[in-house]
């Protein structure tokens, strides 16, 4: 990951050109069949919508990467912006099929973007949920015929700011929307048979949470306690979480009704305190005995914004690296965030190969089951 926020663009360039055409979508062999006779308008569609999104960035001059694959299903929007952009591949053939939606999705996730933005509809939706399930951030410019999903934003030029609002360092929240679709052959018969796949993480526009705001802001005893509670219901049999210092974890261990060290690292596994106060040499050692896999969680400190080599040091590039980069869960206070005025969060590991790692945008618990989206950088 790196500092700048790194976009996957993925475009259906059949979305939406089946409802011009009273087709009820854009699948199925009756939309193949009349392509060749639509004008340059008609077949640029989606590809129009995804200029639409970007537009804000481009006239905001917000530096942004993206990756992409090539042609129409993303390399021709970005270039007709001007936007530079690595491609990852191309469809099998001439016209993008499914199977090109998804791997195009597992070569995004693989070359490390922090979201992927998508233009098509509820079939596109549904195959991206396919690769990604409920745990990658994803958000969707409305392109198609059939958008029954929650996934996507309400329009192109909200997708944008959104965009634009996460590049700024304001207060995303990141939501689970649901991925629906419709049977297209029964709803050619006039019959809606809408069915429930799964739901993805969606940015959405951050706001404080109404039962927690005191005097117009946030109890942060409150918040602490929702978040402990909503870490509690997660925890799972046989893992080893590893809990940093700081007041809001110390509110989790309180849920847990479990000691805590205020200012050290406590290891937990299945309900009991497993060390105290450990050091770098006793999570290491508790990390090579563990029967599973194990979860770091760590808060940032007030004002600073460091997420890691401040106060927390036991959590040293070695146990960084043996717990994993994808099981860091961070915590914090939206109020923790917004001071922090759009500066990004932290790290400091005295490895920088480690601290490039790092960075990057990153899921921050700030509430029961709610979540933003939020930058990590190097201490630069």
Known sequence: MSATLHIGLLVNPLAGLGGSLGLKGSDGPALLERLPGLDPGQRHRALDRVERALQPLVAAGQAVRFSTW????????LVRLGLSCEVLGRAAGELSAASDTR???QALQRQGVDLILFAGGDGTARDIYDVVGS???VLGIPAGVKMHSGVFAVSPEAAGELLLQLVRGGLVGLMAREV??????????NQVRSRFYGEMLVPGEGRYLQHTKVGGRESPELVADDIAEWLAQQMEEGRTYLVGPGSTTAALMARLELDNTLLGVDVVRDGKVIAADADEATLLSCLAQAPGEATIVVTVIGGQGNLFGRGNQQFSPEVIRRVGLGNIIVVAAKSKIAALEGRPLLVDTNDPQLDQALCGWHTIITGYDDRI???VATCE
Do not use: K, S
């Open 373 to 375: 989206l939020y930058r």
């Open 103 to 105: 791997a195009a999705v």
């Open 135 to 137: 745990q990658f951030p």
């Open 180 to 189: 629906r679709d419709i049977d297209e052959e029964a709803f050619r018969q």
């Open 70 to 77: 090539a042609g129409v299903m993303g390399e021709e929007a």
